[in-house]
């Protein structure tokens, strides 16, 4: 069918190419949305797609801004799927517009870690820390909350390690 892509203006290369290929490697079209603050990294990123081999009908570049230009797209019965990194409001308006839209989002939210009493935690303080800090909290997947098991909790090294 026909994918359409739309990563957002944060991780405007490394989330548009996990998008697209994605969808090539499964068979797909792909029309490519980049967000409009982020149209170069986009035509640079097709355009060294397209010096691999991707034939250009196959990967199509839509380098437009405002919302409905992809209003019109979710809309269009010729897409068959919207792959989608952003706010899960957005998300909810996509399959509003379109109730029968296969749509995979990575959408941001309340992202956890889970520490249990069996975790090492020495470790488990420094992948939590990086989940959270380690994009200067600019992706969406960054965790903003810490679920632990009251033995972990009240474990003062680990208490003080997270401090």
């Known amino acids: 069918g ?5 990563p957002p203006w944060n991780f405007p ?3 548009a190419v996990g ?3 994605a969808a090539l490697a499964a068979g797909n079209c792909v029309l490519f949305k980049p967000a409009s603050d982020t149209v170069l990294v986009g035509w640079h990123l097709v ?14 570049f ?7 230009a992809g209003v019109h797209l979710i809309k269009d019965p010729r897409i068959n799927a919207v792959v989608l990194t952003g706010g899960t409001s957005t998300a909810k308006k996509f399959l509003s ?3 029968d839209l ?4 990575e959408t941001g939210g309340k992202n956890s870690i889970i520490i249990t009493a069996l975790s090492d935690r020495d470790l488990a303080v420094k992948d939590l820390l990086q989940s959270a800090f380690g994009h200067a909290v600019q992706k969406c997947s ?22």
Not at 2 to 6: H, K, P, R, W
């Open 2 to 6: 026909t994918v359409l892509v739309t």
């Open 13 to 15: 290369c490394a989330i």
């Open 19 to 21: 998008g697209i290929v």
């Open 47 to 60: 355009k060294a797609l397209w010096d691999a081999g991707i034939p250009k009908e196959v990967l199509q």
């Open 62 to 68: 839509i380098p437009c801004s405002g919302e409905q």
């Open 97 to 99: 517009m379109r109730h």
């Open 102 to 105: 296969d749509l995979a989002a």
């Open 142 to 163: 960054a965790a903003s909350l810490a679920i632990l098991e009251a033995e972990v909790y009240d474990d003062p090294h680990f208490r003080s390690h997270l401090r």
